[in-house]
């Protein structure tokens, strides 16, 4: 029965952007690396707000931690506080051209962005470099094409 659900699929999203998280890349685009698992949550709390929520987010946050090798609880707060906007106010953006959508994600994750600089600045001592935004101007470029994916990903493998 969770297999109709369109459940695998979506986790093998959540999968995928984790792995995007961590994949190397050359030196010259490592600081261009879209922030690829905050564009796939807010696209799913977009497209499909009843069935990706709160606890989800706080769940992939945890494994982004744990992933990154961070202080536990940093990119969970983040992202939770980045959602809420999406959460809140999805219906009103989901009907935003996607230029507009681009804009209001790229102020999304400069939300998540700077409240997990603020952390590590807190925790870790951590020193701001302009180059640590530079993710946030990638993934508002290329919200359009991931939009138009994840929509067509999500109605091939009827994920409702």
Request: charged content about 10%.
């Amino acid at each position: 029965m969770w297999i109709k659900s369109g459940l695998p699929p979506l986790l093998l999203s959540y999968v995928v952007a984790m792995v995007l998280m961590v994949m190397p890349l050359p030196s010259m685009l490592e600081a261009w690396r879209p922030d690829w698992l905050s564009l796939l949550i807010i696209y799913w709390l977009l497209a499909i707000p009843h069935r990706v929520g709160v606890g989800t987010v706080l769940i992939l946050g945890l494994l982004a931690d744990i992933l990154m090798g961070s202080v536990f609880g940093i990119y969970a707060t983040a992202l939770l506080i980045m959602a809420y906007p999406a959460i809140r106010h999805f219906q009103r953006i989901r009907n935003y051209s996607l230029t507009q959508q681009a804009i209001i994600v790229g102020m999304l994750i400069l939300v998540k962005r700077a409240i997990v600089y603020e952390l590590e600045h807190v925790l870790n001592d951590a020193v701001f470099q302009l180059p640590y935004l530079y993710p946030v101007l990638s993934s508002a470029i290329i919200w359009p094409w991931i939009y138009l994916i994840l929509r067509q990903y999500r109605r091939r493998y009827a994920i409702r």
